[in-house]
């Protein structure tokens, strides 16, 4: 079964690059679409964006100026880029697959989520 | 923006009760509605896609229904394990959003 595990630096400075990986294992990455969501504490969820397997992204407007995603299958990873951060962007940032059927989409699994915080 | 509203934000209750949260959506969803339950230290896990259909390993004592803009996720018979935060998500247009949360704690 699909697995997957967010990595990254925990802390990042305020104006820096928030820059985060996610690894897939259990099967290939290229099979499947993919979404970043982010938790602030004290707070719910923000869905971030999704990449599918043709390499098109698409992002929550809140985020579109300053995120990217990418797909780097010979690693079998997907990666996040969040620039110009400030202490708003502090979160648990999680990877999920997004699974979309005919009569809707979701997102499963999820990763365990990494904390990130912009001090 | 889709606005999601979940109530209650907390609930308190015993093993063996039946529960049920409320998700209200701002606009009609038809039944683009995913449920997720979500302990601290690891990630939301898929409970129900689609309003009402159980995710595969997920037990039959949870349930949902609704569609347009109301929305009720049902637990039968409350298990220690299920002790957590439930979110509600629409799958309907993006950007996808989530209600706020509703913690289920112990009474």
């Known amino acids: 079964q699909v697995q997957l595990q967010e990595s990254g630096p925990g802390l990042v400075k305020p104006s820096e690059t928030l820059s985060l990986t996610c690894t897939v294992s259990?099967?290939?990455?290229?099979?499947?679409?993919w979404s970043w969501i982010r938790q602030a504490a004290g707070k719910g969820l923000e869905w971030i964006g999704r990449?599918?397997?043709?390499?098109?992204?698409h992002y929550n407007p809140s985020l579109s100026s300053r995120v990217s995603m990418s797909v780097d299958t010979s690693k079998n990873q997907l990666s996040l880029k969040l620039r110009s951060v400030t202490a708003a962007d502090t979160a648990i940032y999680y990877c999920?697959?997004?699974?979309?059927?005919?009569?809707?989409?979701?997102?499963?699994?999820w990763g365990q989520g990494a904390q990130v915080t912009v001090s | 923006d889709i606005q999601m509203t979940q109530s209650p934000s907390s609930l308190s209750a015993s093993v063996g009760d039946r529960v049920t949260i409320t998700c209200r959506a701002s606009h009609s969803i038809r039944d683009h509605l995913n449920w997720y339950q979500w302990k601290l230290g690891a990630g939301p896990k898929l409970l129900i896609h689609a309003a009402n259909n159980l995710q595969s390993g997920v037990p039959s004592r949870f349930s949902g229904s609704g569609s347009g803009t109301d929305f009720t996720l049902s637990i039968s018979s409350l298990q220690p394990e299920d002790f957590a935060t439930y979110y509600c998500q629409q799958s309907y247009t993006t950007p996808y959003t989530f209600g706020q949360g509703t913690k289920l704690d112990i009474k």
């Open positions: 999920a697959r997004y699974y979309d059927s005919v009569e809707s989409n979701w997102l499963d699994p």
């Open positions: 259990g099967d290939s990455i290229s099979r499947y679409h």
């Open positions: 990449i599918y397997t043709s390499g098109t992204a």
